[in-house]
Every structure is written in C-alpha cells, then in structure tokens.
C-alpha cells in the first residue's frame, strides 16, 4: 500500500515516479509539519522541524544512538531522485 497525496491533479503513480524509490517496496506517508512541529516514528525516534527557509528546512532528529541516520545522497552516490 502506498500513502502519497497527489498535487497538481497528477497521478500517484506520477508523483512516486518523481521521488523514487530506492528501497524496493517501500512504503511512501507524506505529513504536513510546520516549525517546531514533530513526527514519532516508532517508540524512541522523534524528528522536528527546526527551520523552514525558502525550499530549505533544518531537521533535528532525536534518536537512541545505536540508531545510524543519514542523508539520502550519501547512501546513493550523490545522486538525487
């Protein structure tokens, strides 16, 4: 099942084409935050909007410190999807 809102009158299949999929069978829930808000994921991650500057925003991310957490180019070569 994939969760994803549409924009623009395009297709989910359209819109999940432009973000990519990296992790085949992934799963894909967009959440509108806004600063100083937070997402939970599971019972010990919790990721805030700290900015929001032009399309820039600063994340900060609380999570146990076995928990490895990277940015997505780092993973992928550098390149975007």
């Given at each position: 099942m994939v969760i994803f809102r549409?924009?623009?009158g395009q297709s989910e299949q359209a819109d999940?084409?432009?973000v990519g999929r990296p992790w085949k069978d992934t799963t894909v829930l967009v959440l509108t935050r806004r600063k100083n808000q937070s997402?939970?994921?599971g019972d010990d991650i919790i990721v805030t909007v700290?900015?929001?500057k032009g399309d820039q925003i600063?994340?900060?991310i609380t999570a146990p410190r076995e928990v490895?957490?990277?940015r997505e180019e780092l993973l992928t070569g550098g390149?975007?999807?």
């Open positions: 549409a924009q623009g999940l084409a432009r997402i939970v994921i700290l900015e929001v600063r994340l900060g490895q957490v990277y390149k975007q999807p």
